[in-house]
Nanobody, 126 residues
Framework: QVQLVESGGGLVQPGGSLTLSCAVS????????VAWFRQAPGKEREGVSC???????VYTDSMKGRFTISRDIAKNTVYLQMNSLKPEDTAVYYC????????????????????WGQGTQVTVSS
């Protein structure tokens, strides 16, 4: 089973930037898709972005242009660079992996991913 550990969350002012990291166990990034999801209090978990095993990327429409997903295969780490942060970006951010999420036109939904990290809190507030 793939293990994932998120880091990099914290408190940031509106308009600020933050980079989250997801450390993935084993050399699996060339076989697994890794995605970022987020969940705000009282809301459902929603997809943010995904990087597929071939390196192609997927973004939820509302995140395009502000968030960038990338990976370092040598470090077994996936990153989420978040810019122009807004208070509504406040949430717990999770990374998750999938062996079967292999096309960018597939819906970015939690049930498509089977291994999850514990989450990291991001709070955007002045």
């Amino acid at each position: 089973q793939v293990q994932l550990v998120e880091s990099g969350g914290g408190l940031v002012q509106p308009g600020g930037s933050l980079t989250l990291s997801c450390a993935v166990s084993g050399n699996v990034l060339n076989r697994y898709a890794v995605a970022w999801f987020r969940q705000a209090p009282g809301k459902e978990r929603e997809g943010v972005s995904c990087i597929l095993s071939d390196g192609s990327t997927v973004y939820t429409d509302s995140m395009k242009g502000r968030f960038t997903i990338s990976r370092d295969i040598a470090k077994n780490t996936v990153y989420l660079q978040m810019n122009s942060l807004k208070p509504e970006d406040t949430a717990v951010y999770y990374c998750a992996s999938s062996l079967t999420y292999y096309r960018p036109d597939l819906p970015l939904i939690p049930r498509a991913f089977d291994s999850w990290g514990q989450g990291t809190q991001v709070t955007v507030s002045s």
